[in-house]
T-cell receptor
Framework: DIQMTQSPSSVSASGGDRVTITCRASQSIKNYLNWYQQKPGKAPKLLIYAASTLQSGVPSRFSGGGSGTDFTLAISSLRPEDSATYFC?????????FGGGTKVEIK | QLQLQESGPGLVKPSETLSLTCTVSGGSISTSSYYWGWIRQPPGKGLEWIANIYYRGTTEYNPSLKSRVTMSVDTSKNQFSLRLTSVTAADTAVYYCARVDFWTGYSPFDSWGQGTLITVSS
């Protein structure tokens, strides 16, 4: 199975800050990388697919990048509603696998 | 607006079979651009993909669960289902059903149910 490793596991930042989350795959997954946001007690929500394509309706302060094994999710100007856990997912090979998650907290 | 709703027993005894159904509303399950899937999340932990199904019945399973999992689809009811046999405490999790956007070529889960907590306990 392809292992997806996210870092950091948690981050605390102030409103307006830029936050970057990293996801590393154990082998090349080209750009078959999706990002999700999950708030407590809620289902995950798709933010970005194909590493960098913003899902319809998602604010433009979210952006994704990378290819191969290294990927990033950036939040350009952190807002209170961005407090959540973020997961990456690879869909290059079966079984598709998720990263362990990064919890973003607002100071 | 597409909605997915999981239904299940809540509590299952060890060694028994878990059966879950996802009812899709606001859209047809018989759409060529989409697959339908199940994902689970143990309390306080990460996400694990279980299986996907196409409306014509083609399935894809996580090899780690394949021997215990069966997915099926009922297009007349706009539902799809999951059966997981021989459950143990390790199967305790929130189970989500979701739509897979196959048309993008990257198969993200673009619409999710609210999730249902399944506890395995005697």
């Amino acid at each position: 199975d392809i292992q997806m490793t996210q870092s950091p596991s948690s981050v605390s930042a102030s409103g307006g800050d830029r936050v970057t989350i990293t996801c590393r795959a154990s082998q090349s997954i080209k750009n078959y990388l999706n990002w999700y946001q999950q708030k407590p007690g809620k289902a995950p929500k798709l933010l970005i697919y194909a590493a960098s394509t913003l899902q319809s309706g998602v604010p433009s302060r979210f952006s994704g990048g990378g290819s191969g094994t290294d990927f990033t999710l950036a939040i350009s100007s952190l807002r209170p509603e961005d407090s959540a856990t973020y997961f990456c997912q690879q869909t290059y090979l079966v079984p598709q696998t998720f990263g362990g998650g990064t919890k973003v907290e607002i100071k | 607006q597409l909605q997915l709703q999981e239904s299940g027993p809540g509590l299952v005894k060890p060694s028994e079979t878990l059966s879950l159904t996802c009812t899709v509303s606001g859209g047809s399950i018989s759409t060529s651009s989409y697959y339908w899937g199940w994902i689970r999340q143990p309390p306080g932990k990460g996400l694990e993909w279980i299986a996907n199904i196409y409306y014509r019945g083609t399935t894809e399973y996580n090899p780690s669960l394949k021997s215990r999992v069966t997915m099926s689809v009922d297009t007349s009811k706009n539902q799809f289902s999951l059966r997981l046999t021989s459950v143990t405490a390790a199967d305790t999790a929130v189970y989500y059903c979701a739509r897979v956007d196959f048309w993008t070529g990257y198969s993200p889960f673009d619409s999710w149910g609210q999730g249902t907590l399944i506890t395995v306990s005697s």
